[in-house]
């Protein structure tokens, strides 16, 4: 076929073809009702994010919309510092959404932080129940569990959370403690090993570890990672608060070991910085009396004695060395 036909049923074709599919305007892009407020939450303006999502404007919001509506007001009241309005708001919340596991484990997670952890891990149980290898959950349950003695358990749920969540040395180091608590140093030493590849230069973590290795009978290993803690505090201003307990592990450590003029020497550092610490009173009359100094030992025990309401178990254990020096009643 040539010719004026096949030029006719050619212009017939394209005529059905644009009759068949005609070409539409592009579509406006989805709105998102929240996109001001999560702006201001990220830009951490929390109490203009809880002015914004008043009741009126959260009932104009559809239901997705919503679930992240009472996300957004809880973290607020919670990162303003306001508990009980964050609790009230996550209640709310999760009795509207029962199975939203965001809602439910961050409704756990402020309950548990306030120490109310029976509500807390009913909570837990719950996001459980709906998802259980959900790592928040597990974390939550192995916390509570560790708090309350039932170590067995609470390792049981943390190795389950390390399953979901393996990059929080928070979470490496408290499942370490766990082992540690079970006698299993080696095991926590591993642990905390791997703590520290996520966070190196944690000094409470190099803490732990020192200790780990001391009670694995390493002693060389647990003075160097003892004071790869002490250089860390030195250089951190959070740990800061930490040094005098380094200090005086230390000197606990060389009094074990006899090496009596060097913890002499470390808890001096620290008494030098706080005149009264009991610890390091205690321990320097300790060293006193080894060396036949009973009257500078009850000098410094009396000081240390005095310090109950601060220290009272390191006063009363002064009281009780004072009396066996019949110094005390």
Not at 54 to 59: I, N, W
Not at 88 to 110: C, E, M, R, S
Not at 168 to 177: K, L, P, Q
Not at 193 to 220: C, H, I, V, Y
Request: glycine letters at 6%; charged letters at 25%; one cysteine or more.
């Amino acid at each position: 076929m040539n010719g004026p036909a096949s030029a006719a049923l050619l212009a017939l074709a394209l005529s059905s073809s644009a009759h068949a599919a005609p070409e539409t305007a592009p579509r406006p892009p989805v709105q998102d009702a929240l996109a001001g407020v999560q702006l201001l939450f990220d830009q951490q303006d929390y109490g203009r994010v809880v002015g914004r999502l008043t009741e009126p404007e959260m009932q104009k919001l559809g239901r997705q919309d919503l679930r992240r509506a009472y996300d957004l007001l809880g973290q607020s009241y919670q990162r303003l510092g306001q508990q009980d309005r964050a609790i009230g708001v996550y209640q709310l919340a999760a009795q509207l959404f029962p199975k939203d596991l965001n809602l439910t484990t961050h409704l756990a997670d402020i309950l548990h932080h306030q120490e109310l952890d029976d509500q807390a891990r009913a909570l837990y149980e719950s996001a459980l129940a709906i998802h259980p290898n959900n790592g928040s959950a597990h974390l939550g349950i192995a916390e509570i569990a560790r708090a309350t003695g039932l170590l067995e358990q609470s390792q049981e749920h943390y190795e389950k959370c390390l399953l979901e969540i393996k990059t929080d040395a928070r979470v490496w180091r408290g499942y370490a403690e766990v082992l540690a608590k079970r006698r299993n140093y080696s095991k926590a030493a591993d642990a905390i090993r791997k703590a520290l590849e996520l966070d190196p230069d944690n000094a409470p973590t190099l803490q732990s570890l020192a200790q780990f290795q001391r009670r694995q009978g390493k002693r060389e290993e647990g003075y160097a990672s003892l004071a790869a803690a002490t250089a860390a505090a030195d250089a951190s201003p959070r740990h800061q608060d930490i040094r005098p307990e380094l200090s005086l592990r230390k000197a606990s450590w060389l009094f074990e070991d006899g090496r009596l003029d060097d913890s002499l020497q470390e808890a001096e550092s620290v008494l030098l910085r706080f005149p009264n610490d009991p610890f390091a009173l205690w321990l320097r009359a300790r060293i006193a009396l080894k060396r036949g100094d009973e009257n500078a030992a009850a000098a410094d025990l009396e000081a240390a004695a005095s310090q109950s309401r601060s220290s009272p178990f390191a006063a009363a254990v002064a009281k009780g060395m004072l009396k066996e020096l019949g110094g005390g009643q």
